[in-house]
């Protein structure tokens, strides 16, 4: 078991800063085998390393798979550590998994810290930064792809649903307006775009939010988890019967335990 006053800045990296290491460690006691969907920095990956367990680790970044894999090299060496390319929400696209069971599943769902600093990644509100927002690139459809191309309908959708933004309405017929003359293309035409819709003195709280809402949708993070969940025992992976959904959003951290779908046990 970590002691608890050793763990709060203990696993962050210049990657990412993990949220709630103690209680997912907590939760996971004593489990021998756990799927992190979400390796990021490898920040909770290394917290149950270090309390005994052994762990597979699933991410879309190339950037984050090679920054975690330095950082637990030793465990990867000790065969306890292994790291997957590749969406967690497809878990049955990877052979690797087929067949295996685990104890514990997690997945840290939401923007690490290291890619909302790249501005080439389009995940921030910073002038000049592209509206990328794909967590892989490799991936079809960036922010700027839905920004043009959704109707009214679908933008005020995401807005109203990933953003809480009752007036999403507003600011999807300002973006609808504003693409007819020019494309969106920068982080600047969204938050010119957001302003427009909701004033000039609208500030850097309000484009978190709603850039948010826009990067939700192009990874269609909330539901990425139920399809990995039922994708695994589609195909045969012996999911636990507790799973740890981590979701940082500003200020508010929420954190969920909940069943996977039933299955039989493994035998």
């Known amino acids: 078991m970590i002691d608890s006053d050793t763990v709060t800045g203990r696993w962050d990296s210049s990657y990412h800063a993990p949220v709630l290491v103690e209680e997912v460690v907590v939760l996971f006691e004593g489990a021998k085998e756990i799927l992190d969907c979400t390796l990021g920095g490898g920040g909770h990956t290394e917290a149950l ?14 950037a984050a798979i090679n920054e975690a894999r330095k950082r637990l090299a030793s465990y990867e ?4 550590f292994r790291a997957l390319r590749g969406n967690f929400g497809e878990i049955d696209h990877f052979p690797e998994l087929i067949g ?11 923007v690490s ?4 600093d790249a501005d080439d990644r ?18 079809p459809g960036t922010a700027a792809d839905l920004l043009n191309t959704l109707d009214e309908a679908d933008l005020s959708h995401i807005f109203h649903d990933y953003g809480d933004e009752p007036r999403g309405g507003r600011l ?10 020019k494309p969106m293309r920068l982080s600047d035409d969204l938050v010119d775009a957001i302003r427009g819709a909701y004033g000039a003195r609208t500030g850097p709280a309000e484009f978190a939010r709603l850039f948010q809402a826009v990067r939700i949708a192009v990874n269609d993070e909330l539901t990425t988890l139920e399809k990995a969940l039922h994708a695994g025992v589609e195909s045969g992976l012996h999911l636990p019967t507790k799973a740890a959904d981590l979701y940082l959003s500003g200020e508010s951290t929420r954190r969920t335990g909940q069943q996977a779908p039933h299955q039989g046990q493994p035998s």
């Open 122 to 139: 389009g995940f921030s509100f910073r002038p000049g930064a592209l509206l990328d927002m794909r967590m892989d690139r490799r991936a």
């Open 100 to 110: 295996r069971s685990f104890d514990g599943i997690l997945a840290d769902v939401g």
């Open 77 to 80: 060496t000790s065969g306890r």
């Open 49 to 62: 390393l270090a309390s005994g367990s052994s762990v597979v680790a699933i991410d879309r970044d190339e």
């Open 113 to 116: 810290s290291h890619q909302i």
């Open 172 to 181: 999807a017929r300002e973006i609808v307006r504003r693409r007819a003359r």
